[in-house]
């Protein structure tokens, strides 16, 4: 697998424990929208420990960027990726990823599962076909939703929160049920895109089955 050695060029919080950080891109480095590749730390201790993470701008750009939730609870790489500076390096490797846009639909997020739609969001806005889908958007509090100012712009009520730590007006409380699904589902959805903690995802897969969605309208990593 190649490697890449690529400049950080800037950094910057989203949230309180997200950071954008935008890198260098080699010539000739392609994805498509939804694709991640696994990033390590240039520096003696980190090289080996690579972890997968999400492109978050569009492809054409020239430059990367990465969406990532920092872990300060232990001493991993996205607590490492914290104290790191502009000027410093990142190794990046080939890209991979099985979630891709194919057609409208109901985009399922939990925290930073949220990565790979950012960039696909993105690129629809791009090509004006962002109308027919909608993201529904599970986090503990407002605190942490990534990117709600872009997403609100990109997908106006089409773009539904919901929080499992706290009610707050305007905003759905509770976890995603089969019940909350059907609400959003319209004879439009054709497509189901699933991105978040493993326990969510096999909860989310067994209510869309319970609401006789196939596997085959299901986009996701293979688990």
Same mark, same amino acid.
């Given at each position: 697998?190649?490697?890449?050695?690529?400049?950080?060029?800037?950094?910057?919080?989203?949230?309180?424990?997200?950071?954008? @950080?935008?890198? #260098?891109?080699?010539?000739?480095?392609?994805? *498509?929208? $939804?694709?991640?590749?696994?990033?390590?730390?240039?520096? #003696?201790?980190?090289?080996?420990?690579? =972890?997968?993470?999400?492109? *978050?701008?569009?492809?054409?750009?020239?430059? !990367? #960027?990465?969406?990532?939730?920092?872990?300060?609870?232990?001493? $991993?790489?996205?607590?490492?990726?914290?104290?790191?500076?502009?000027?410093?390096?990142?190794?990046? =490797?080939?890209?991979?990823?099985?979630?891709?846009?194919?057609? @409208? $639909?109901?985009?399922?997020?939990?925290?930073?599962?949220?990565?790979?739609?950012?960039?696909?969001? =993105?690129?629809?806005?791009?090509?004006?076909?962002?109308?027919?889908?909608?993201?529904?958007?599970?986090?503990?509090?407002?605190?942490?939703?990534?990117?709600?100012?872009?997403?609100?712009? !990109?997908?106006?009520?089409?773009?539904?929160?919901?929080?499992? +730590? #706290?009610?707050?007006? +305007?905003?759905?409380?509770?976890?995603?049920?089969?019940?909350?699904?059907?609400?959003? @589902?319209?004879?439009?959805?054709?497509?189901?895109?699933?991105? +978040?903690?493993?326990?969510?995802?096999?909860?989310? @897969?067994?209510?869309?089955?319970?609401? +006789?969605?196939?596997?085959?309208?299901? *986009?996701?990593?293979?688990?």
């Amino acid at each position: 697998m190649k490697k890449h050695i690529v400049k950080i060029q800037s950094i910057q919080h989203i949230t309180h424990d997200v950071l954008k @950080i935008v890198t #260098e891109k080699p010539e000739h480095y392609k994805f *498509t929208p $939804g694709q991640a590749t696994e990033i390590a730390i240039n520096k #003696e201790a980190w090289k080996n420990e690579k =972890r997968p993470f999400t492109f *978050t701008c569009l492809p054409d750009r020239d430059y !990367l #960027e990465f969406t990532i939730k920092i872990y300060t609870d232990h001493n $991993g790489i996205t607590n490492e990726l914290g104290k790191i500076k502009p000027g410093d390096e990142l190794i990046i =490797r080939d890209v991979w990823g099985d979630i891709a846009y194919n057609g @409208i $639909g109901m985009f399922i997020a939990g925290g930073a599962g949220i990565t790979p739609f950012i960039s696909i969001l =993105r690129d629809l806005e791009q090509k004006n076909l962002v109308d027919g889908n909608i993201l529904i958007f599970a986090n503990k509090t407002q605190n942490d939703i990534i990117l709600e100012s872009e997403l609100s712009h !990109l997908l106006g009520k089409s773009f539904v929160n919901i929080l499992s +730590g #706290e009610k707050i007006a +305007g905003y759905s409380y509770g976890f995603i049920t089969d019940k909350f699904l059907k609400k959003y @589902i319209s004879p439009k959805t054709e497509k189901y895109y699933l991105c +978040g903690p493993p326990p969510m995802m096999e909860a989310i @897969i067994k209510h869309l089955s319970d609401l +006789g969605i196939s596997e085959s309208q299901i *986009t996701m990593e293979k688990m």
